[in-house]
């Protein structure tokens, strides 16, 4: 016996992603979903913004890797409230798992939840975790070919960082092509250009989510 | 690499539609993915053979159909069909846009194998 139907695959990662948002948006907290390659500089930017905007806005980290506790423990060295997700080999974060991390954090003392996603620049975008907003990274040192390589990453984003933009001129890059590659996927998201060693950038990124913030 | 994280649900909803169709197991499926989730059609197929071992849907044939974008432009309304490398709208050059059929992977079709063939309804 052959049935006809339309069943959404991904429906329970969904749901639970909409009861995140429920959840984030009854206590006013902003969810902020990062994604990148490994090595971005994901971390390093939390390392900055979270003290930045600490009286402001303060704010809690989710941290998701394959393994190991080093990022939590460099987060919580500059005070931020941070929980580790270990996904042991999965190579995306889910929205379950971020439920669960939820439940570890206060998030009535909150306004702003980063979501640092396991660095990917495939997979973290196909799974809704219960954000309102999706950064999408690129470092410089990662070649000026790399946004039309990974479209899905960049097409949905909320904003994009364009990181370690004090590397343009040792690295050689091409950043007009970066530009020009973006414009192609998505001129809704503002594009910065990022760096945590000169704070380039750091200001119009900090702006941009105090806009954001409920 | 995320194909896993779509064969387990989609083992389960099998489960489910099995169980809900007096079903012995499943036989075959389709399922349709947007280009948009980036699914590798032969890394789904053996992570559905991986998940689905020793369930109802072991075995099962696997045909993965794919489902080009479509999109609106969120600028001047435009409804197009972009390729996955460049989502700017002729009519007004800019890449803002809803994605209208593309961004969802769907299970569309099953065929069950009756746990009573004698039972099948007419």
Known sequence: MKINLVKNVLEANEAAAEQNRRRLDDACVLAVNITSAPGSGKTSLLEATVPALADELPAAVIVGDLQTTRDAERLAAIGAATTQINTEGGCHLSAAQVAKALDTLDLTSLRLLFIENVGNMVCPAAFDLGEHVRVAMLSVPEGDDKV??????????????????????????????????????????????????????????????????? | MHEMSIAIPLVEQL????????????????????????????????????????????????????????????????????????????????????????????????????????????
């Open chain 1, 148 to 214: 039309a390589k990974y479209p899905t990453l960049f097409q949905p984003a909320d904003v994009i960082l364009i990181h370690k933009i004090d590397l343009v001129d040792a690295l050689d890059c091409d950043l007009a092509r970066i530009h020009a590659d973006i414009a192609k996927l998505n001129t809704r998201a503002p594009v910065f250009e990022t760096s945590t060693k000169t704070a380039a950038g750091l200001d119009q990124w900090y702006n941009w989510l105090r806009t954001k913030c409920p």
């Open chain 2, 15 to 122: 489960q489910a539609l099995a169980a809900e169709h007096n079903a012995a197991r499943v036989e075959a499926l389709t399922v349709a993915a947007g280009v948009m989730r980036q699914v590798v059609p032969e890394a789904l197929v053996v992570a559905f053979e991986v998940a689905a071992a020793e369930t109802c849907a072991a075995g099962a044939s696997l045909t993965v159909e794919s489902v080009p974008l479509a999109a609106r432009c969120r600028q001047c309304g435009r409804q197009f069909e972009p390729s996955i490398d460049s989502f700017v709208c002729d009519r007004c050059n800019q890449a803002d846009v809803e994605i209208i059929d593309g961004n969802d992977i769907v299970l569309t079709s099953v065929t069950f194998q009756q746990a009573d063939d004698e039972d099948q309804p007419g």
